[in-house]
């Protein structure tokens, strides 16, 4: 614990009497935050750990059946197949508030072709394990997106939980300690001043009486 440099007057003693009311009540609530934010983002966590492995599951499906089409397929007829899609995907980028924390929130949209029309081939030269992959990879998408806003904002809610987790250190390790060292001192030093100003004043009290008592 390290006293602040500050007079030991009565009214600075009153200024850091405040400054450790709000000291306190600070670090109680930075506490309550960095607790919840915990909560938050262990649910998150979890509920990211089951949405990967469900998509890592379905991203090995789709791996296995473009493979398998392109082992069956001519390269080039691959290629050709998948050159022009027939649906575009507009993605869209908001965000929501958790504890103080914007965390992304992302949305698509589809244009062009029509519902179950995915393909953007014919049938003639193309292979079902070709259609499986397509279709599977289509029906993965909004998996994909919860995916990316899981992790996103995990990653933005450990930054807030070690942010807050540093303020909590420094008030509840550094500043409230101070301060409570400095009030400490302050009123120490006031109680010796006024036990010397009461010496003092017993000093001049007698001598006045003797005073008194010489010419009467």
Same mark, same amino acid.
Do not use: C, W
């Given at each position: 614990?390290a006293?602040?440099n500050?007079?030991?007057?009565?009214? @600075?003693?009153t !200024?850091?009497?405040?400054? %450790?009311?709000t000291?306190?009540? !600070?670090?109680?609530?930075?506490?309550?935050?960095?607790d +919840?934010? $915990?909560?938050k983002?262990l649910?998150? @966590?979890?509920?990211? #750990?089951?949405?990967? &492995? +469900?998509v890592?599951e379905?991203? $090995?499906?789709?791996?296995?059946?473009?493979?398998?089409?392109?082992a069956v397929m001519?390269?080039e007829?691959?290629? &050709?197949?998948l050159?022009?899609? =027939? $649906?575009? @995907?507009?993605?869209?980028?908001?965000?929501?508030?958790?504890?103080?924390? /914007?965390?992304?929130v992302?949305?698509?949209?589809t244009? !062009?072709?029509?519902?179950g029309d995915? *393909?953007?081939?014919?049938?003639a030269?193309?292979? !079902? &394990? %070709?259609?499986?992959?397509?279709?599977?990879?289509?029906?993965?998408?909004p +998996?994909? %997106? =919860?995916?990316?806003?899981?992790?996103?904002?995990?990653?933005?809610l450990?930054d807030e939980? +070690? #942010?807050?987790?540093?303020?909590?250190?420094a008030?509840e390790y550094?500043?409230?300690?101070n301060?409570?060292?400095?009030? #400490?001192?302050i009123v120490m030093?006031? /109680?010796?001043n &006024?036990?010397?100003?009461l010496?003092?004043?017993?000093?001049? =009290? /007698?001598?006045?009486?003797k005073?008194?008592? #010489? *010419?009467?």
């Open positions: 614990m006293r602040l500050v007079n030991p007057t009565r009214m @600075v003693l !200024g850091l009497k405040k400054r %450790l009311k000291a306190r009540r !600070g670090h109680k609530l930075l506490k309550d935050k960095r +919840e934010l $915990m909560k983002f649910d998150i @966590v979890r509920e990211n #750990k089951r949405l990967r &492995e +469900e890592e379905q991203l $090995m499906v789709v791996h296995s059946r473009f493979v398998m089409a392109r001519n390269s007829l691959v290629e &050709e197949a050159m022009f899609p =027939k $649906m575009e @995907v507009s993605l869209t980028a908001s965000t929501r508030n958790i504890m103080s924390v /914007d965390v992304p992302l949305e698509f949209t244009e !062009g072709g029509t519902e995915i *393909y953007p081939y014919g049938f030269n193309t292979t !079902g &394990e %070709l259609d499986e992959a397509i279709a599977t990879l289509s029906d993965l998408t +998996e994909l %997106l =919860k995916l990316a806003e899981m992790e996103k904002s995990a990653q933005l450990a939980i +070690e #942010k807050t987790r540093r303020r909590v250190n008030l550094v500043l409230i300690p301060l409570e060292e400095t009030i #400490k001192y030093k006031l /109680d010796e &006024e036990r010397s100003n010496t003092r004043l017993m000093k001049v =009290k /007698d001598m006045v009486l005073d008194a008592h #010489k *010419y009467s």
